[in-house]
């Protein structure tokens, strides 16, 4: 452990921090060991190592945080870091600083804490490799395969001014595979990724092989695929990836930052109706190596289970410290930040929807006209209005009851309140999607997990290049 991050150092820096008052204040220290390796045309084409290093300390007041970080952990760059913090507050004439005594206390543990820090890059390279092959040999009309490969490793100590000092040892591990493929008339392109917060022997079970060829599957799916009809029509969303619609049509709306100040279409609205009530939303920081799991948050609170809504009413928002004191309700473990250069705020961790009852073939058996989106290849949204668009990555046409022909450039247009108020099944096949996905908010970015069941959505605007 640096140094800086000794025990009674930390305390003297929270200390420090509070010389002029304040309410709160945390000292945020971070080591961050990066590896990553990218294959384009059969060969490795970047690959880089990087540690980062560094402290962020923070004083809150009132609404306002006083903020300041240091990649220098001398003990007087930490200490001008500190006071340059504390002049958010000017509650008291600067004085004396007086050390916080701090209390170690144990993280729950979510993931593997014991991960190695070991590298290997002639096992990453065949990795790499082998998703290649394996995506080439699936079908000849691959013409292209990028691969990327990222191991981190995020070590974090979190001292506060309430005398709690917690550590978190976070490993990090992507594996995605982009392929495309041509029959020289139209292309097509699949994506596939995967990987959470465990080590690399996970890809012994999920094999690089397996990313390949799912990856190919799609490619060659869309490049049969037929132009996407245009128009309102039923949406079957897929179980898993589908979760990205749940997490940006609904999901930005729920954080307690935007409902504080009156931005979300769900602002002073907890206990009213909000959605059908088939819809049950979850958000999660403590799901076995999930990639939006966190022993703790980076305000140092335990990751939690939250409901948020519950048979289509709304329970609550996700909390970090400064919106939750401000709001009279405890935090719910949901305070983020990109790293030590950066202030937390109120985010997703693995935000999901339970199983319902119906399985899929009923789903499917009562769609007259619709659009299955299988997979999602982006989108966005407008949190204060609620308004999406999302790309399809995989979708299908279902007639009469049954899947027919694969689909290309269908975009689904909607608005996150009405769809989920239009929600009329709900799949028994609940998953969250091994996909790795990183939520951005206020130019900070940081991974997540989305997850649902096959969920049908009675009416939708398709965007496509076909009408009728």
Same mark, same amino acid.
């Given at each position: 452990?640096?140094?800086?991050?000794?025990?009674?150092?930390?305390?003297?820096?929270?200390?420090?921090?509070?010389?002029?008052?304040?309410?709160?204040?945390?000292?945020?220290?971070?080591?961050?060991?990066?590896?990553?390796?990218?294959?384009?045309?059969?060969?490795?084409?970047?690959?880089?190592?990087?540690?980062?290093?560094?402290?962020?300390?923070?004083?809150?007041?009132?609404?306002?945080?006083?903020?300041?970080?240091?990649?220098?952990?001398?003990?007087?760059?930490?200490?001008?870091?500190?006071?340059?913090?504390?002049?958010?507050?000017?509650?008291?004439?600067?004085?004396?600083?007086?050390?916080?005594?701090?209390?170690?206390?144990?993280?729950?543990?979510?993931?593997?804490?014991?991960?190695?820090?070991?590298?290997?890059?002639?096992?990453?390279?065949?990795?790499?490799?082998?998703?290649?092959?394996?995506?080439?040999?699936?079908?000849?009309?691959?013409?292209?395969?990028?691969?990327?490969?990222?191991?981190?490793?995020?070590?974090?100590?979190?001292?506060?001014?309430?005398?709690?000092?917690?550590?978190?040892?976070?490993?990090?591990?992507?594996?995605?595979?982009?392929?495309?493929?041509?029959?020289?008339? !139209? @292309? /097509? #392109?699949?994506? *596939?990724? $995967?990987? =959470?917060?465990?080590?690399?022997?996970?890809?012994?079970? &999920?094999?690089?092989?397996?990313?390949?060829?799912?990856?190919?599957?799609?490619?060659?799916?869309?490049?049969?695929?037929?132009?996407?009809?245009?128009?309102?029509?039923?949406?079957?969303?897929?179980?898993?990836?589908?979760?990205?619609?749940?997490?940006?049509?609904?999901?930005?709306?729920?954080?307690?930052?935007?409902?504080?100040?009156?931005?979300?279409?769900?602002?002073?609205?907890?206990?009213?109706?909000?959605?059908?009530?088939?819809?049950?939303?979850?958000?999660?920081?403590?799901?076995?190596? !999930? @990639? /939006? #799991?966190?022993? *703790?948050? $980076?305000? =140092?609170?335990?990751?939690?289970?939250?409901?948020?809504? &519950?048979?289509?009413?709304?329970?609550?928002?996700?909390?970090?410290?400064?919106?939750?004191?401000?709001?009279?309700?405890?935090?719910?473990?949901?305070?983020?930040?990109?790293?030590?250069?950066?202030?937390?705020?109120?985010?997703?961790?693995?935000?999901?929807?339970?199983?319902?009852?119906?399985?899929?073939?009923?789903?499917?058996?009562?769609?007259?006209?619709?659009?299955?989106?299988?997979?999602?290849?982006?989108?966005?949204?407008?949190?204060?209005?609620?308004?999406?668009?999302?790309?399809?990555? !995989?979708?299908?046409?279902?007639?009469?009851?049954?899947?027919?022909?694969?689909?290309?450039?269908?975009?689904?247009?909607?608005?996150?309140?009405?769809?989920?108020?239009?929600?009329?099944?709900?799949?028994?096949?609940?998953?969250?999607?091994?996909?790795?996905?990183?939520?951005?908010?206020?130019?900070?970015?940081?991974?997540?997990?989305?997850?649902?069941?096959?969920?049908?959505?009675?009416?939708?605007?398709?965007?496509?290049?076909?009408?009728?």
């Amino acid at each position: 452990m640096p140094a800086a991050f000794d025990e009674a150092f930390l305390g003297k820096l929270v200390g420090r921090a509070l010389r002029h008052g304040g309410e709160f204040a945390d000292v945020f220290c971070e080591r961050r060991r990066t590896l990553s390796y990218r294959l384009q045309d059969g060969r490795i084409h970047e690959a880089s190592y990087g540690v980062t290093l560094g402290v962020g300390i923070r004083v809150v007041v009132g609404e306002s945080a006083g903020f300041a970080c240091s990649d220098d952990l001398s003990e007087s760059a930490l200490t001008k870091a500190a006071d340059a913090a504390s002049l958010i507050a000017r509650a008291v004439p600067a004085g004396e600083a007086t050390p916080i005594d701090l209390s170690p206390a144990r993280a729950p543990s979510f993931y593997d804490g014991n991960s190695a820090d070991a590298i290997d890059a002639r096992r990453y390279v065949a990795m790499l490799e082998a998703a290649d092959a394996a995506a080439r040999r699936y079908d000849p009309r691959v013409v292209a395969v990028n691969a990327q490969l990222s191991d981190e490793l995020q070590e974090v100590w979190i001292a506060t001014s309430e005398g709690r000092l917690v550590r978190d040892y976070r490993p990090l591990i992507t594996f995605g595979v982009q392929v495309v493929a041509s029959d020289k008339h !139209e @292309r /097509g #392109s699949g994506y *596939v990724g $995967d990987g =959470g917060r465990t080590s690399i022997e996970y890809f012994d079970r &999920e094999t690089p092989e397996a990313l390949g060829e799912e990856a190919a599957r799609i490619a060659a799916i869309n490049v049969a695929a037929i132009p996407a009809p245009a128009g309102e029509m039923e949406m079957i969303v897929g179980a898993g990836g589908g979760g990205v619609l749940l997490h940006e049509a609904v999901g930005h709306g729920l954080e307690s930052d935007f409902n504080r100040r009156g931005t979300s279409l769900y602002s002073g609205r907890v206990g009213e109706r909000v959605a059908s009530e088939l819809v049950t939303i979850f958000d999660d920081g403590n799901l076995r190596e !999930e @990639r /939006g #799991s966190l022993n *703790v948050d $980076d305000e =140092g609170v335990p990751g939690q289970h939250k409901v948020l809504v &519950e048979n289509g009413r709304l329970l609550g928002y996700m909390q970090d410290r400064l919106n939750a004191r401000l709001m009279g309700v405890e935090s719910t473990g949901s305070g983020r930040r990109q790293s030590f250069r950066f202030a937390p705020q109120p985010r997703m961790c693995n935000t999901y929807m339970p199983s319902g009852d119906a399985t899929v073939e009923e789903i499917v058996a009562s769609t007259q006209r619709g659009i299955y989106a299988k997979s999602f290849a982006g989108g966005q949204v407008e949190i204060a209005k609620g308004d999406f668009v999302f790309m399809v990555g !995989e979708g299908y046409l279902v007639e009469h009851g049954k899947i027919t022909a694969p689909v290309r450039n269908a975009t689904i247009i909607g608005n996150g309140p009405d769809a989920m108020m239009k929600v009329e099944a709900v799949g028994n096949d609940g998953r969250l999607a091994r996909r790795h996905y990183t939520c951005g908010k206020g130019g900070q970015y940081v991974p997540v997990g989305v997850g649902m069941p096959t969920v049908k959505i009675a009416s939708i605007t398709v965007g496509g290049t076909q009408h009728g």
